[in-house]
C-alpha cells in the first residue's frame, strides 16, 4: 500500500518555506513507500528503526539549526529572500510596480 501525501497545495508566501515543506513531505512519502515494499512482509527490524530514527533525528536537527539561522536573519534584517518579498509586496500595495 502506497500512500500519497498532500505536497502541492500548501499555499503559503514564501515560496522558500513552502519548498522546503513540499521536499520534506515528499521525503516523508518515499520513507514510509520504503516501508511498504520491505521485504519482511512490512516488517522492519529493531536495528533498521532505530537507524531510521537517528537519521530523522540528524536531519530534524539540521533543519532546525537552518531554520533558527534563517530566523535570526529575519531579525536582523539580513535576510535577502525575506526583504525581497516584503519589498515587492510594498511596492505593488503603492502601485509602483504591478
Known amino acids: 500500500m502506497s500512500i500519497k501525501l498532500i505536497t502541492d497545495e500548501i499555499a503559503l508566501t514564501d515560496p522558500d518555506f513552502r519548498n522546503d515543506l513540499v521536499d520534506n513531505f515528499s521525503e516523508i512519502e518515499k520513507e514510509i513507500n520504503k516501508l ?30 537552518a531554520l533558527k ?10 535576510d535577502i529572500g525575506s526583504i525581497d518579498i516584503v519589498v515587492n509586496r510594498i511596492l505593488k500595495e503603492k502601485g509602483v510596480i504591478d
Open 36 to 65: 511498504d515494499l520491505n521485504e519482511n512482509g512490512g516488517q522492519i527490524t529493531k536495528e533498521e528503526l532505530d537507524e531510521k530514527l537517528d537519521e530523522l533525528k540528524n536531519d530534524f536537527i539540521k533543519d532546525n539549526e
Open 69 to 78: 539561522e534563517r530566523i535570526n536573519r529575519i531579525l536582523l534584517g539580513t
